[in-house]
């Protein structure tokens, strides 16, 4: 379920008088994304993907509206795979384009991709879950309804400071916004923190081979073919 931004206009309108509601609308959006980028509050498991044999990277496939930010961990038929970077990878398992196993490593590409390594010897549907720090895309409507509620007043003060910092307005509040920017990053610290505590109580998911969702999400890199 999400929420859309122009829920939140009633709480700043009165603050930013003559100030267009697609303006303010930007504001809360840029508001929630810099929360779910700095405080990680945007937490989920992804869709199940499904290892193909001989294929190493794979398709993160975030809810629409949103990218990953950063992968948290990843189970592969149940087990935990080591985060690790690609100059590690290549001294742990030089050969690693070459050979196929059981994974035990995983290294986040970017916001659209990840690897496994060794690379995958069997097709598996279902078998990897990941679980990733997402955040609005810069042309999202809405977000997570545990994200606009858990976080109204973060939200709102996010946008005020940005809103009444803007010069030349009939709503311009330079003294206003510095206060409203003191709250939105003590909001955005106690945050951080809530987060950070409530991953470490997730516990890994195990769902490898039932449902087909995520089957078949691959990007076609084979070893021996480059990349």
């Known amino acids: 379920m999400a929420i859309s931004y122009e829920t939140l206009l009633p709480e700043i309108l009165p603050m930013v008088p003559g100030c267009p509601d697609t303006l303010i609308e930007n504001n809360i959006r840029s508001a929630v994304i810099e929360l779910c980028e700095r405080a990680g509050v945007y937490q989920a498991e992804l869709d199940p993907v499904t290892t193909v044999s001989n294929i190493y990277e794979y398709d993160l496939e975030a809810p629409t509206g949103t990218s990953v930010r950063k992968v948290l961990w990843v189970t592969h038929l149940g087990k935990d795979l080591e985060p690790i970077t690609t100059t590690l990878l290549e001294q742990r398992l030089p050969k690693w384009r070459e050979e196929s196993g059981v994974p035990e490593y995983f290294v986040q590409q970017n916001s659209a991709a990840f690897i496994l390594a060794p690379i995958p010897s069997d097709t598996v ?13 810069h042309t999202s409507t809405a977000c997570d309804n545990d994200v606009m509620n858990d976080y ?53 998911s195990v769902r490898y081979g039932g449902s087909m969702a995520g089957a078949w999400r691959t990007r076609r890199r084979r070893y021996g073919h480059g990349g």
């Not at 990897?128 to 720090?133: G, L």
């Not at 945050?191 to 109580?201: K, S």
């Open 152 to 204: 109204r007043d973060t939200i709102v003060n996010g946008a005020l400071f940005r809103l009444l910092r803007i010069p030349n307005k009939d709503w311009s509040d330079l003294q206003g916004a510095s206060v409203y920017g003191q709250l939105f990053n003590q909001g955005v610290e106690d945050a951080e923190r809530r987060a950070r505590n409530a991953d470490t109580a997730v516990r890994r």
């Open 125 to 137: 549907v279902g078998s990897t879950i990941v679980r990733a720090v997402l955040r609005p895309t």
